[in-house]
Nanobody
Framework: QVQLVESGGGLVQPGGSLTLSCAAS????????MGWFRQAPGKEREFVAG????????DYADSVKGRFTVSRDNAKNTLALQMNSLKPEDTAAYYC?????????????????WGQGTQVTVSS
């Protein structure tokens, strides 16, 4: 079992930056591919970014490429999402998740552990 807890969400102005963190407990997350997803009201949960077990491979949704950076620290059992140049359309609840895969996957159903989410609101 892996327990995931996100933090770092909040209200930020358009063009601003925010860093989300995900702390894991239980099994070490070094055994899992990790991902960030988001869900806005009335919309389906969507893939944002993912990183493989070693941290050597990442993938991003087209909508966040060049603005968001995913990273992990296996020694500290943490995952992070650095978000720059935020836009109002980035407003959503953000979730971290863990998958039993060797490569980054973008389908939510492939992820077996989920955090409770942290809200990000981009507004002036």
């Amino acid at each position: 079992q892996v327990q995931l807890v996100e933090s770092g969400g909040g209200l930020v102005q358009p063009g601003g930056s925010l860093t989300l963190s995900c702390a894991a407990s239980g099994r070490t997350v070094s055994r899992y591919t990790m991902g960030w997803f988001r869900q806005a009201p009335g919309k389906e949960r969507e893939f944002v970014a993912g990183i493989n077990m070693s941290g050597g491979s990442t993938d991003y949704a087209d909508s966040v490429k060049g603005r968001f950076t995913v990273s992990r620290d296996n020694a500290k059992n943490t995952l992070a999402l650095q978000m720059n140049s935020l836009k109002p359309e980035d407003t959503a609840a953000y979730y971290c998740a863990a998958a039993n895969t060797l490569v980054v996957v973008t389908t939510a159903t492939r992820y077996v552990y989920w955090g409770q989410g942290t809200q990000v609101t981009v507004s002036s």
